[in-house]
């Protein structure tokens, strides 16, 4: 009975901490899934020669859209867990569908995609009294993947050398640091999918429109799975709203 007192009460404790240690915003909007235990992600640096396990497989048609407009398109692109080193995240997130990657501060942010970067934010502007949305993401990175989708990380304490909007990446590639700058109370990775709409400046779908954990799932075993088809079928229904729609 003391055995599983024990486990039920760390397993408490991780629930806890992975709900009070994310991005600002408000209490979380729980669902039942609650976060793998942290285990070592290595990552696929540059210049390695490695690629997970059917690396090609599994992408998404292009469903008839088009990159030029903001719609995901017909690319291919490989794909990465975006973390070099231990970290945990769970399957939900506060307001809107988005992953905090629960990780200590300094280890390696890769990027997620190959693809081409849209979006840097190199000083941290946000501030609680203010409290602006476009900033709360702190230091930040989005990336337009070859597949026509868009990647967007934030929290960051440093942006890596080299990265400025129009630089290409490789999946597996060093961008930035972990950190808690913007509006995060702990370490970790904000991360979003969304369409890429506008490209910049539209933080509201930037930020991320559907569950990312279902991918994240994916490239941390090693296996290739793209958000195309999700986002598509996303933008189809909802277009590229011009404000947002759930604050914050």
């Known amino acids: 009975m003391s055995a599983l007192r024990v486990s039920l009460a760390a397993g408490l404790a991780l629930v806890v901490a992975l709900g009070t240690a994310g991005c600002g915003g408000g209490d979380d909007a729980g669902t039942a899934d609650q976060a793998p235990v942290a285990q070592e992600s290595q990552g696929r640096q540059v210049g390695d020669g490695s690629a997970p396990p059917g690396a090609n497989a599994g992408l998404a048609p292009s469903n008839g859209g088009n990159a030029a407009s903001g719609?995901?398109?017909?690319?291919?692109?490989?794909?990465?867990?975006?973390?070099?080193?231990?970290?945990?995240?769970?399957?939900?997130?506060?307001?809107?569908?988005?992953?905090?990657?629960?990780?200590?501060?300094?280890?390696?942010?890769?990027?997620?995609?190959?693809?081409?970067?849209?979006?840097?934010?190199?000083?941290?502007?946000?501030?609680?009294?203010?409290?602006?949305?476009?900033?709360?993401?702190?230091?930040?990175?989005?990336?337009?993947?070859?597949?026509?989708?868009?990647?967007?990380?934030?929290?960051?304490?440093?942006?890596?050398?080299?990265?400025?909007?129009?630089?290409?990446?490789?999946?597996?590639?060093p961008v930035a640091k972990v950190g808690r700058t913007g509006d995060a109370s702990a370490c970790h990775i904000h991360f979003g999918l969304s369409p890429a709409c506008a490209k910049t400046g539209d933080w509201w779908t930037r930020r991320g429109v559907i569950w990312p954990w279902s991918y994240l799932d994916a490239w941390k075993a090693g296996k290739e799975k793209s958000p195309v088809a999700e986002l598509d079928a996303w933008q189809k229904k909802n277009g590229c709203p011009d404000k947002a729609t759930v604050d914050p």
Not at 134 to 147: A, H, K
Request: charged letters at 15%; aromatic letters at 6%; proline letters at 4%.
């Open 71 to 173: 719609a995901p398109g017909a690319g291919t692109a490989k794909h990465a867990f975006p973390l070099q080193g231990k970290g945990s995240y769970s399957h939900d997130h506060h307001d809107y569908p988005a992953s905090d990657i629960i990780a200590n501060c300094g280890l390696n942010a890769l990027s997620p995609v190959d693809g081409t970067v849209l979006e840097v934010t190199k000083v941290d502007t946000w501030t609680a009294k203010v409290n602006e949305g476009s900033s709360r993401g702190g230091l930040s990175v989005s990336i337009l993947g070859n597949d026509g989708a868009r990647y967007y990380m934030s929290h960051f304490s440093s942006i890596n050398d080299g990265i400025e909007a129009g630089t290409k990446v490789q999946a597996g590639q």
